[in-house]
């Protein structure tokens, strides 16, 4: 076969992944004549071959490509014949104002940690990168993805440092937070107005800190966590004093894999996506040796694994192997970024901060995430996922939409790609709305975006939906558990009327009720609502969902009327019998008594009615204690009714004959999930008759609920439905974004203002 030659054109995440290098040394390898060049649009290949060798060459791209690349399409066609007599990179130059993607922040690769044990500018040198790892995402102001456009651009490289960017073979060709010892960002350990700047010395330092109980503040990749032993109770309680936090789980570091075997039990799936260059936090079944207050009763604790050069090294001093790391923040608070603020905020409350002189500019929690069925499901989009793009079959440029309120992320459109921003939090605390705002702006920058429609959703008094309105461009209002479904379509590809099942807590109905136990008749552009749990009072409005008795008492109410109250049940106990009153008179009298279908709130009341959780420390606790307690043998489950909605009363009643005969909260749980999977079966297996459709997505924050998300995508897949959920963005409202954005592009497409 003659030579000819070819453009290849790549498409993806191809960016500030090391993608050059790759590919200079596979044309090396494979003897290929050509060059390859970034450019604006994606990386270009020029080569002159044989057809098959272009196939192979091809072929090793696909299968080779750098762990933290993505490769979206490979384009190659035939240009004018050239004869080239190397290989070679050449100099990018700026095609458009199209954008370049932006990695997200990769976790310290192999090599690096080799170099910091050989190459002497960089012994144990703790911002040691490359072009395969190390920060972006966080670190970036602007595009294109110069050195000048991050917060390196103080540091001014040294010879050696300036040698290894410049040489097309060096691994740290154009790595752009390339740095040493002698050139790079540095720590500091700042204890009792004491200040050590010697990395050993605070390496030891911070080793006997952790080592004798005390708590110490530690700046990460994208803001600051606090630290301590995890298996120190004392140490750990009195941290989350500090952290005024009763409830909730702690994450933890483990030393290794190898460490993390020994906390929680871990199936392939589980160890993968652990020591992925990610590096997630992952949540997994937990073995009892962490001190008590790590997760608080809870079966399962959040791992992850050293990210930072500087975690690789306290742990090789350190005699634990495991360390809490949660958020450095007080309370709601975004996650602290800014060394003074750190300073200011907890120099009295912690017992050292270790801080670095290099700036954060783009806030990241620690992602989220957990195995269900054999994949990954993300619960918190933060830290090595953003910004990198999901992308969508319809075009979603100048699509800005705004999210939701409590646990929000936004959502920009470029051509075919959704940006979603990293986890922001909830909008009613003002820091957050402030980190929201300047996370916009943030992103409008970087991606040179400018909006030209807005999407929001239709909750008057959402924070995020009134910003989407200051914008003064269109807006496109989404109901909430549309743009949940909708959100599962987007990232399945989908645009095609399915079954939807929204279960989640909170959500703006269009009859003014709160919706979350929904089931529609759900495509891109609208929806038909089709059944849903029946409405109960809500009684109190929001106190209700910090309070879940209120909601027991609700469905006993709808279920008995008040004669529940002489079954004596033992929640009931700790209420006072005034303020029971008090909630039973604004029952009856429909004061301050949304009326509600959510999920969310009958998981409430169940989990109160048990005696698990009668006033929530924090957000869904009540859920998650009763899906903790779910005693997994167990088949059996309850009766519901269904006419025009589902009703609980048959369940509520027989739920409480199974508490007076003794029987356990366990098994008592465990029915209750059952019966939520079994009689959304039936009605999904009515809709299907119904409409002949048979794809059925799962979307809503009860589907963080792993046992009922594992045991009702099961049974679908049992009764012969094909199932979508959601992988790539939370269920959550974390994922909610995506879903206005396909939502809002569909509308567009067709025209419609729904
Ligand atoms: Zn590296
Ligand atoms: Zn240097
Ligand atoms: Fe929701």
């Known amino acids: 076969m003659n030579p000819a030659t070819y453009d290849i054109h790549i498409r993806g995440l191809v960016q500030g992944v090391g993608f050059r290098p790759f590919i200079y040394r596979l044309a090396k390898e494979m003897r290929m004549k050509g060059w390859v060049e970034n450019r ?22 696909r ?35 199209d ?15 080799e170099d910091m044990k050989h190459q002497p500018h960089r012994m144990d040198y703790p911002f040691i990168n490359c ?8 670190i970036i102001r602007d595009l294109p993805y110069d050195r000048e456009k991050t917060s390196m651009e103080p540091f001014v490289m040294c010879d050696e440092c300036h040698t290894e960017y410049s040489s097309v073979l060096d691994r740290r060709f154009h790595a752009q937070p390339v740095a040493c010892n002698n050139c790079g960002p540095s720590y500091e350990l700042l204890e009792d107005g004491k200040s050590i700047h010697d990395l050993q010395q605070i390496l030891v330092r911070i080793c006997f800190l952790l080592e004798n109980g005390r708590i110490v503040t530690i700046k990460g990749m994208g803001g600051f966590f606090i630290a301590c032993d995890a298996t120190n109770q004392q140490t750990v309680s009195r941290l989350r004093a500090l952290k005024k936090r009763e409830g909730k789980p702690f994450a933890v570091m483990c030393a290794s894999l190898e460490a993390a075997r020994e906390y929680a039990h871990l199936d392939t799936e589980e160890e993968k996506l652990l020591s992925s260059w990610r590096r997630p936090i992952v949540l997994l079944r937990e073995r009892a040796k962490l001190a008590p207050d790590v997760s608080v009763g809870f079966d399962t604790v959040g791992i992850m694994l050293p990210y930072m050069p500087f975690h690789y090294l306290l742990f090789e001093r350190l005699k634990l192997n495991v360390i809490v790391l949660t958020s450095g923040n007080l309370s709601d608070e975004p996650i602290l970024i800014d060394n003074n603020r750190t300073i200011e905020q907890l120099s009295h409350s912690t017992d050292a901060i270790l801080i670095y002189n290099r700036e954060i500019y783009n806030r990241t929690d620690d992602s989220v995430t957990m195995v269900v069925n054999g994949a990954e499901r993300l619960i918190r989009r933060s830290r090595g996922y953003v910004p990198a793009p999901v992308r969508l079959s319809l075009p979603v440029d100048g699509i800005f939409a705004s999210g939701a309120e409590l646990v929000n992320c936004f959502c920009i459109g470029k051509d075919h790609q959704a940006y979603l921003s990293q986890h922001i939090g909830d909008l009613k605390n003002m820091e957050t709305y402030s980190f929201y705002r300047e996370s916009a702006e943030h992103f409008s920058r970087m991606f040179r975006f400018t909006p030209d429609v807005a999407a929001a959703d239709l909750h008057p008094d959402y924070l995020s939906s009134r910003f989407a309105h200051e914008l003064g461009i269109p807006v496109t209002g989404i ?13 399945h590809g989908l645009d095609e009327p399915v079954i939807g099942v929204a279960f989640d807590g909170v959500g703006y109905g269009d009859d003014g009720h709160i919706w979350g136990g929904e089931f529609l008749i759900c495509g891109l552009d609208n929806y038909q609502r089709y059944t849903h749990f029946d409405y109960v009072p809500m009684p109190g409005g929001d106190r209700a969902t910090e309070e879940p008795w209120r909601m027991a008492v609700s469905y ?27 909630v039973l008179a604004a029952i009856e009298k429909r004061i301050n008594c949304p009326l509600t279908s959510s999920a969310g709130r009958l998981f409430d009341a169940v989990s109160a009615l048990t005696g698990l959780c009668t006033v929530a420390g924090f957000h869904a606790e009540a859920p998650m204690r009763l899906e903790a307690a779910t005693d997994g043998q167990i ?11 589902i009703h609980f009363e048959s369940m509520i009643e027989a739920m409480v004959k199974d508490m007076v005969k003794g029987i356990s909260s366990s098994v008592i749980s465990a029915k209750f999930h059952n019966t939520v999977v079994e009689s959304s079966l039936q009605v999904v297996t009515r809709m299907r008759s119904d409409s002949a459709i048979h794809k059925v997505a799962l979307s809503g924050g009860s589907f963080q609920n792993r046992f009922l998300l594992s045991r009702l995508e099961n049974r679908l897949h049992q009764n012969g439905f094909e199932v979508y959920s959601n992988r790539r963005v939370p269920a959550n409202d974390g ?20």
């Not at 750098?66 to 990179?89: H, L, M, N, T, Y």
Request: glycine share 4%.
């Open 131 to 138: 072009t395969n790892c190390g920060p972006r995402f966080t």
């Open 635 to 645: 088949k059996e489950y309850y009766e519901v009714v269904m006419d025009q909605t």
């Open 99 to 113: 954008i370049t993607e932006i990695s997200p922040d990769i976790a310290v690769c192999n090599d690096c940690l």
């Open 556 to 582: 006993l109410y709808c279920t008995f009327g008040r004669t529940f109250m002489e079954l004596d049940l033992p929640f009931l106990r700790h209420i006072p019998s005034e303020i029971l009153d008090l």
């Open 63 to 97: 299968k080779e490509a750098p762990e933290a690349s993505e490769i979206f399409s490979i384009e190659f066609k035939e240009v004018s014949p050239e004869v080239i007599d190397d290989f070679r990179i050449i100099k990018s130059r700026n095609i458009s104002d």
């Open 40 to 61: 604006n649009d994606g990386v270009w290949i020029r080569v002159t071959c044989t057809g098959s060798a272009l196939n192979d060459f091809i072929n090793c791209i």
């Open 479 to 491: 109901q909430h558990h549309h743009a949940h479904i909708a959100s599962c379509l987007a990232e």
């Open 735 to 754: 994922g909610i974004a995506l879903g206005q954005l396909a939502v809002a592009a569909k509308r567009r497409m067709i025209g419609s203002n729904v």
